[in-house]
């Protein structure tokens, strides 16, 4: 599969300066050419120079031409004189068009492309094999996602594609659809784009050209290639691409995990059952997972929150990490048994850290903002529960946070202060899930009052290696 460098220069000497900046960086560059005010292709495609692909879209199709179809094909027409390695056509432009152009005595290759902005439809085969009709080198298809289950309508026309030898780019476009950017590699894609780096972007949820060799390693990507990855949302600042794929390089595992932004969990599950081998999961599905899987790991049976699933002989497996990794951060600092515990919130990693506190027999109060699950979980764990409004008196020797609050992502009336200013004392112990920012401003908070503190990098770091050994032993 190839690697394509996508650049959109909006002048000339710009263009120059990014052929020659990028001529080693990947297999092709593709030039939007559209976008440039002093367009001259003789200077564009003069040798030496990388292999080009020629791309003059209308504002409708994502570009800025507004000339005449007359003009874009001359344009064509031009750089196919020249010599461009290719050149990309809109089949909205009409099969006349694209015969046109194919009836033109060349050695460049014409990728003839579709686009659709709003959705992925239905049709994509009926659209596939029109394409295939105009007999052009290269088939493009891109669409964008509704959901993330529309990816595995690309990887079926993919494998559709490989069988019948027919070259073919297809990819859906979005966040969600980032997976298929990537995947391409597994499933028998022709190639894949890239920018250089984030402001560069050409197309709704490209990759940087570093994000896909060096963290996902997509040329080592192949049929065989297992995939995991993290279900959840949101994912975007998941550490897990990092940890687990830099495992996987170092152990040479032809495998490759991703982030999976999922809306419908059941139906992701059900979609993309065959095509995993193994998830995290993460907020809002810990629980939501549970009726979805074959079978439990005892604890995380007894606590009913699942993070890790793994799919071993025809079976979705659950586990769950975060336990063993809070009950290890906590061991190594103090022991738990009769201490006073306060635990922040009443989702599912701050159940898992009640759970944890409740049995190693410390004295455990519950506290969230709604009175009704704080008591819920409270009785569910037979421990004691509390809100924010009414802080808890009881001076804690532990305190863990399994809220949000102070991720990065949340907006500043979201970024509220967890406990009261003169709560954090001298010689207890605060653990925050957060991990972005590594440090919290619980945790400033926690370290200026002496408080010894443990961040959610070090608590996913824990978990992720307990996570990883669960992986490598069904890859």
Same mark, same amino acid.
């Given at each position: 599969?190839?690697?394509?460098?996508?650049?959109?220069?909006?002048?000339?000497?710009?263009?120059?300066?990014?052929?020659?900046?990028?001529?080693?960086?990947?297999?092709?560059?593709?030039?939007?050419?559209?976008?440039?005010?002093?367009?001259?292709?003789?200077?564009?495609?003069?040798?030496?120079?990388?292999?080009?692909?020629?791309?003059?879209?209308?504002?409708?199709?994502?570009?800025?031409?507004?000339?005449?179809?007359?003009?874009?094909?001359?344009?064509?027409?031009?750089?196919?004189?020249?010599?461009?390695?290719?050149?990309?056509?809109?089949?909205?432009?009409?099969?006349?068009?694209?015969?046109?152009?194919?009836?033109?005595?060349?050695?460049?290759?014409?990728?003839?492309?579709?686009?659709?902005?709003?959705?992925?439809?239905?049709?994509?085969?009926?659209?596939?094999?029109?394409?295939?009709?105009?007999?052009?080198?290269?088939?493009?298809?891109?669409?964008?996602?509704?959901?993330?289950?529309?990816?595995?309508?690309?990887?079926?026309?993919?494998?559709?594609?490989?069988?019948?030898?027919?070259?073919?780019?297809?990819?859906?476009?979005?966040?969600?659809?980032?997976?298929?950017?990537?995947?391409?590699?597994?499933?028998?894609?022709?190639?894949?784009?890239?920018?250089?780096?984030?402001?560069?972007?050409? #197309?709704?949820?490209?990759?940087?050209?570093? %994000? =896909?060799?060096? &963290?996902? /390693?997509?040329?080592?990507?192949? !049929?065989?290639? *297992?995939?995991?990855?993290?279900?959840?949302?949101?994912?975007?600042?998941?550490?897990?691409?990092?940890?687990?794929?830099?495992?996987?390089?170092?152990?040479?595992?032809?495998?490759?995990?991703?982030?999976?932004?999922?809306?419908?969990?059941?139906?992701?599950?059900?979609?993309?059952?065959?095509?995993?081998?193994?998830?995290?999961?993460?907020?809002?599905?810990?629980?939501?997972?549970?009726?979805?899987?074959?079978?439990?790991?005892?604890?995380?049976?007894?606590?009913?929150?699942?993070?890790?699933?793994?799919?071993?002989? #025809?079976?979705?497996?659950?586990?769950?990490? %975060? =336990?063993?990794? &809070?009950? /290890?951060?906590?061991?190594?600092? !103090?022991?738990? *048994?009769?201490?006073?515990?306060?635990?922040?919130?009443?989702?599912?990693?701050?159940?898992?850290?009640?759970?944890?506190?409740?049995?190693?027999?410390?004295?455990?109060?519950?506290?969230?903002?709604?009175?009704?699950?704080?008591?819920?979980?409270?009785?569910?764990?037979?421990?004691?529960?509390?809100?924010?409004?009414?802080?808890?008196?009881?001076?804690?020797?532990?305190?863990?946070?399994?809220?949000?609050?102070?991720?990065?992502?949340?907006?500043?009336?979201?970024?509220?202060?967890?406990?009261?200013?003169?709560?954090?004392?001298?010689?207890?112990?605060?653990?925050?899930?957060?991990?972005?920012?590594?440090?919290?401003?619980?945790?400033?908070?926690?370290?200026?009052?002496?408080?010894?503190?443990?961040?959610?990098?070090?608590?996913?770091?824990?978990?992720?290696?307990?996570?990883?050994?669960?992986?490598?032993?069904?890859?």
């Amino acid at each position: 599969m190839k690697l394509c460098l996508s650049i959109a220069p909006s002048t000339m000497k710009q263009a120059l300066s990014r052929l020659r900046q990028c001529s080693q960086l990947a297999d092709l560059i593709e030039v939007r050419i559209d976008g440039i005010s002093d367009l001259h292709l003789e200077k564009l495609l003069k040798r030496p120079r990388p292999a080009v692909i020629i791309t003059n879209r209308r504002k409708e199709e994502g570009g800025q031409f507004t000339g005449s179809a007359k003009e874009q094909f001359d344009i064509l027409s031009k750089a196919i004189n020249l010599g461009a390695e290719y050149v990309d056509i809109e089949m909205s432009w009409g099969t006349e068009f694209v015969k046109k152009i194919l009836s033109d005595p060349r050695k460049t290759r014409v990728i003839c492309s579709y686009h659709n902005f709003k959705q992925t439809p239905s049709n994509l085969l009926s659209i596939y094999e029109k394409m295939k009709e105009t007999g052009a080198d290269v088939i493009k298809i891109a669409t964008m996602t509704s959901d993330i289950t529309d990816n595995v309508k690309m990887f079926k026309l993919l494998n559709k594609a490989r069988k019948e030898r027919q070259r073919l780019i297809a990819f859906c476009m979005g966040e969600s659809g980032q997976i298929s950017r990537i995947l391409t590699a597994k499933f028998g894609g022709y190639l894949t784009y890239a920018a250089q780096d984030i402001q560069e972007f050409t #197309g709704p949820g490209q990759l940087t050209l570093d %994000d =896909l060799t060096n &963290i996902y /390693r997509i040329h080592t990507l192949d !049929t065989r290639t *297992k995939v995991l990855g993290l279900a959840g949302n949101p994912v975007t600042h998941s550490k897990g691409i990092y940890y687990h794929n830099r495992v996987f390089a170092r152990r040479a595992v032809n495998a490759v995990y991703l982030n999976f932004l999922v809306t419908n969990l059941n139906r992701f599950v059900r979609t993309f059952r065959e095509y995993f081998t193994g998830l995290s999961i993460t907020m809002p599905f810990k629980q939501e997972v549970i009726p979805l899987l074959d079978t439990i790991d005892e604890k995380a049976s007894s606590l009913n929150v699942v993070n890790t699933v793994i799919f071993k002989n #025809g079976k979705l497996i659950g586990y769950n990490t %975060d =336990l063993p990794a &809070i009950e /290890r951060l906590l061991r190594k600092r !103090t022991i738990l *048994k009769d201490k006073n515990v306060v635990v922040l919130g009443t989702g599912a990693t701050s159940k898992t850290m009640a759970f944890v506190s409740v049995t190693n027999g410390a004295q455990t109060i519950v506290v969230g903002r709604s009175a009704e699950k704080a008591k819920a979980m409270a009785v569910e764990l037979h421990c004691d529960w509390g809100t924010f409004k009414d802080f808890p008196t009881v001076k804690a020797d532990i305190i863990m946070n399994g809220t949000s609050v102070g991720m990065t992502t949340l907006t500043a009336s979201d970024q509220k202060r967890l406990v009261p200013k003169d709560y954090l004392h001298k010689g207890m112990i605060v653990l925050d899930a957060v991990y972005n920012p590594p440090l919290t401003p619980f945790l400033k908070s926690a370290q200026q009052a002496g408080c010894e503190v443990i961040s959610g990098v070090e608590l996913f770091e824990e978990q992720a290696r307990i996570q990883s050994k669960l992986f490598l032993e069904v890859l």
